[in-house]
């Protein structure tokens, strides 16, 4: 199995930058991609960003220009660099990742617990 621990939500003024980690653990042969996902209260979970396992990314148009994803594979870490923020970025962050496990065959989907981003206005 692959536990993913995220870090680093909090209560922000708009305008102001937040930095979140995931940290992937566990019987992990190998991490895909992996994304952070957003869910503001009363919607749907949102994609907000994703990163290839090499250093191809892509964004949701709500974010795009504020955020940027970055991951260090030697930590299998993946960041969140939220700058400029704004109240409709109050949600809870979840990362996700794709991964092959030892001793299971197949790719699957692994999520975070998530943190919550507050941003006052």
């Known amino acids: 199995q692959v536990q993913l621990v995220e870090s680093g939500g909090g209560l922000v003024q708009a305008g102001g930058s937040l930095r979140l980690s995931c940290a992937a653990s566990g019987s992990i042969f190998s991490i895909g991609a992996m994304a952070w996902y957003r869910q503001a209260p009363g919607k749907q979970r949102e994609l907000v960003a994703v990163i290839s396992s090499g250093t191809s990314t892509n964004y949701a148009d709500s974010v795009k220009g504020r955020f940027t994803i970055s991951r260090d594979n030697a930590k299998n870490t993946v960041y969140l660099q939220m700058n400029s923020l704004k109240p409709e970025d109050t949600a809870v962050y979840y990362c996700?990742?794709?991964?092959?496990?030892?001793?299971?065959?197949?790719?699957?989907?692994?999520w975070g617990q998530g943190t919550q981003v507050t941003v006052s206005s």
């Open positions: 996700n990742a794709k991964a092959i496990v030892i001793g299971r065959v197949g790719e699957y989907d692994y």
